[in-house]
Structure formats: C-alpha cells, structure tokens
C-alpha cells in the first residue's frame, strides 16, 4: 500500500506539472494573439497589457522549473517520467522565450503610431503570427497526447513561417528602395517579422521535446530552413542587413 501510496504522489505531481505547462502555454498564445492584435489595430493599451503580462509568465516558468527539479531530486525517476520533466524544463524556456518576442512586438507598437503606415504589413505580419500561434497550439496538444505524429508536423509547418518572413523580408527592401522615408517604419516591421519567425523556430524546438519525450531520441531528419534573407541577393543593391542583436 506503501508503494502505490509513493506512485500515485508520483503521477499527481506530474500529472500538476503539465496543467501548469498548459495554462503557460495558454498564457503565452494570448502574448501572440495580443500582440499581432495591438500592432494591426494600433491599440496602444493592449500592447501595454502584452508587456504587462510577460511578468507573470516569468514567474510561472520559474516555479514550473523549480517543481520540475524537485520531483527530480525527490523521486529519482527513470526513463519517459525523466524524459518528461527534462523536456518540461526546455519546454517551459521556449514558452518564456515567445513570450519576450511578443513583447518586443508589443513594444514597437507605440513607436510605429508616430511613423508612416506601410499599407498591408499589419495585416500580413497578423497572419504570419496567426500561424505560430496554431503552430504552438498543436505542438502542446501533441505534449499532452504524447502524439509523436502531430509534433513532427508542426516542424515540418515551420517552413510555411520562414517562407512568409522571406516575402515580408523582400516587400520591406521594395518599399525602402521606392522611398528612403519608409526606411525607418519598415525597420520596425522587419524586426517585427524576424521576431514571429524566431517564435516558430521555438515552438518547433517544443515539438522537437514532444519526439524526444515519447520516443527517447531527437528527430532524426535535419529540419528544413527556409529563411534565407541572410544570403539574398537582394542584400548587395540595398545595404547590410539590420544587426540580429536589434530584434532583441
């Protein structure tokens, strides 16, 4: 009885530790949706809110990981229940890490009232963002369901977010080169996409958990990148590319 006693604990605290990385992830798909939102609708009181919001996501991350290494140190676990509270921990660091580029986002929506409006980048950066944000909410559903099959293709989908950066990427140098006063707003919007492409690159490296968690190894394929603005030929006629520190 003893015994059975110890493993039910066991499975509560585990079984606690994945409601808190879904009400995380919860939090975190809001940042998307709250972010893309304020930034197409100018709304300046809900990109605040975005910022707001990021505090109680870092705290949530903090106590998750500390849960996490407790029951580590506590019930020395061993294969998938070791698997998953290494993964939850990873996981919980690419939830925090979308989370920032969200407010990032959140941050240049302030900025980008007092300058020229690009016709269409709001609109084409929501949709780019819109399909993170699904991306994410089946890379969780996958965590949850241990579903090795929707995991691996959300990661296949991140060619899909690359591909939109790449078009936002060059429509941005076409509206600079027509006229040197949209050079400052489509900075912004640049960082702005490079910021939602990154978020797929995490919420890729979350389905990569969920492969590893179930099976016990990394996805054996290389993932495909299709973000090749670094090398576009585009690049020489129009100048260095912005530094990658600025998207931060």
């Given amino acids: 009885m003893s015994e059975l006693h110890i493993v039910s604990a066991f499975d ?21 949706v709250g972010a893309a939102t304020s930034l197409d609708q100018r ?15 870092d705290a949530l991350e903090e106590h998750i990981n ?12 061993r294969a998938i229940d070791l698997r998953l509270l290494l993964s939850v921990i990873k996981v919980c660091g690419n939830l925090e890490r979308i989370a920032d580029y969200s407010k990032n986002i959140a941050k240049r ?15 084409a950066l929501r949709r780019m963002a819109r399909e993170v944000e699904m991306m994410l909410g089946d890379a969780l559903d996958a965590y949850i369901r241990q579903d090795e099959e929707l995991a691996r293709a959300v990661i296949a989908r991140d060619e899909s977010v690359d591909q939109l950066y790449n078009a936002l990427f ?16 489509c900075m912004h919007l640049h960082f702005i996409a490079k910021n939602i492409e990154r978020m797929g690159d995490h ?23 299709a973000d090749k603005t670094s090398t576009d030929a585009a690049l020489s006629s129009t100048g260095p590319t912005p530094s990658p520190g600025a998207e931060q």
């Avoid at 585990?14 to 975190?28: R, Y």
């Avoid at 389905?207 to 290389?222: H, I, M, N």
């Fill in 12 to 32: 509560r605290e585990l079984d606690a530790i994945k409601a808190k990385i879904m009400k995380m992830g919860g939090m975190v798909e809001a940042s998307i």
């Fill in 43 to 57: 709304d300046v009181e809900l990109a605040d809110q975005v910022r707001a919001n990021d505090v109680a996501i």
């Fill in 66 to 77: 500390q849960e996490a290494a407790r029951v580590i140190a506590l019930r020395s676990p």
């Fill in 109 to 123: 929506t302030r900025v980008l009232l007092e300058l020229r409006t690009i016709e269409g980048s709001p609109t």
């Fill in 170 to 185: 060059r429509e941005f140098l076409t509206f600079m080169v027509e006229d040197p006063r949209n050079i400052t707003p």
């Fill in 203 to 225: 919420v890729t490296s979350i389905a990569e958990q969920v492969v590893f968690y179930t099976t016990g190894e990394k996805p054996d394929e290389e993932r495909t990148k």
